[in-house]
């Protein structure tokens, strides 16, 4: 119902806080009404390189929008990697391309006169070294597969507690968050009777769950659903 010419941000992957991406299909269809209703388009990856997926998935998404001439900007936002933030935009043609650089240049430049050059040179540093770069790709599959396990170790307590609900979208969610589905009610009691804290929308933080407490949070969230 969005008037025509709206303007949308959307996530490409691991979407930021459901863990819930569209699928190919979905895209398409996404694509398609963006087109026809005229609509600005900015796509963004928050923290992609721990969710550890291809970056042909990572690319599927502008892939659909820029094959039907989407005017589409890439915001490339990697707070949680290097703690610095970039910005592409896509054009149609050199024309508008100029136009676009030149309103950004307008934007960028009353923002700083003499930006530090240590952060550039941190990354250039590393993804420029074969073996940096090689150690530092590994670090950060380490971290996204620590998360994927816990992922997979809290849905496996719940189930051996024997609770009567569905957890598959503990596994089936990607990223940093896992909505959980509890009610505020039952995100209070966890608050009020385990000491454990989230958003009372059921938000887990995955970064926040351990080999050392999987079992702690597993049996609380049972306690507080297995009536429902």
């Given at each position: 119902?969005?008037?025509?010419?709206?303007?949308?941000?959307?996530?490409?992957c691991a979407h930021n806080p459901t863990g819930v991406d569209p699928s190919e299909e979905q895209w398409k269809e996404?694509?398609?009404?963006?087109?026809?209703?005229?609509?600005?388009?900015?796509?963004?990856?928050?923290?992609?390189?721990?969710?550890?997926?291809?970056?042909?998935?990572?690319?599927?998404?502008?892939?659909?929008?820029?094959?039907?001439?989407?005017?589409?900007?890439?915001?490339?936002?990697?707070?949680?990697?290097?703690?610095?933030?970039?910005?592409?935009?896509?054009?149609?043609?050199?024309?508008?391309?100029?136009?676009?650089?030149?309103?950004?240049?307008?934007?960028?430049?009353?923002?700083?006169?003499?930006?530090?050059?240590?952060?550039?040179?941190?990354?250039?540093?590393?993804?420029?070294?074969?073996?940096?770069?090689?150690?530092?790709?590994?670090?950060?599959?380490?971290?996204?597969?620590?998360?994927?396990?816990?992922?997979?170790?809290?849905?496996?307590?719940?189930?051996?507690?024997?609770?009567?609900?569905?957890?598959?979208?503990?596994?089936?969610?990607?990223?940093?968050?896992?909505?959980?589905?509890?009610?505020?009610?039952?995100?209070?009691?966890?608050?009020?009777?385990?000491?454990?804290?989230?958003?009372?929308?059921?938000?887990?933080?995955?970064?926040?769950?351990?080999?050392?407490?999987?079992?702690?949070?597993?049996?609380?969230?049972?306690?507080?659903?297995?009536s429902a």
């Amino acid at each position: 119902n969005a008037p025509n010419g709206s303007f949308f941000l959307l996530h490409a992957c691991a979407h930021n806080p459901t863990g819930v991406d569209p699928s190919e299909e979905q895209w398409k269809e996404i694509s398609k009404k963006i087109k026809e209703k005229g609509h600005f388009l900015s796509l963004t990856w928050h923290i992609k390189v721990l969710l550890v997926v291809t970056r042909r998935e990572m690319r599927k998404p502008s892939g659909f929008f820029l094959r039907m001439a989407i005017y589409l900007e890439l915001p490339n936002h990697m707070p949680k990697i290097w703690d610095f933030m970039a910005r592409d935009v896509l054009c149609e043609d050199q024309k508008q391309a100029v136009a676009v650089k030149s309103q950004l240049q307008m934007l960028a430049r009353p923002m700083y006169s003499n930006p530090p050059v240590h952060g550039a040179l941190i990354v250039s540093t590393i993804l420029g070294d074969p073996d940096l770069k090689k150690l530092w790709l590994k670090e950060v599959k380490g971290m996204a597969d620590r998360i994927i396990g816990m992922r997979t170790a809290l849905r496996e307590n719940l189930e051996k507690l024997g609770s009567p609900l569905s957890w598959e979208h503990i596994t089936n969610q990607i990223g940093m968050f896992c909505y959980s589905g509890m009610t505020p009610e039952q995100v209070d009691r966890l608050t009020n009777e385990f000491h454990i804290y989230m958003t009372r929308n059921g938000r887990i933080s995955m970064a926040g769950v351990t080999t050392g407490n999987v079992g702690y949070l597993a049996n609380a969230i049972h306690e507080v659903t297995k009536s429902a």
